[in-house]
């Protein structure tokens, strides 16, 4: 599936980019990956309190909602 900006991306070119991308973060590419796994765990972690909150929500107005039973 061509890409919008690169309509003929092949091996060849990603391996190409990969080496330049090497070339220019070398000894600092490990730190800048655990550092972004860490980013995207903290945003999941942060996603999945959000939801927790609207579930608590919901259950409590669905709660407050419901009539007595007679």
Known sequence: MPFAFLPNLGTTELLVVAFVSLLMFGNRLPSV???????????KK????????LD??????DKKITPPAP
């Open 46 to 53: 942060g996603v999945a309190g959000i939801e927790d909150e």
């Open 56 to 61: 608590e929500a919901v259950n409590a107005a």
């Open 33 to 43: 990956m655990r550092s972004l796994g860490k980013s995207v765990t903290e945003f």
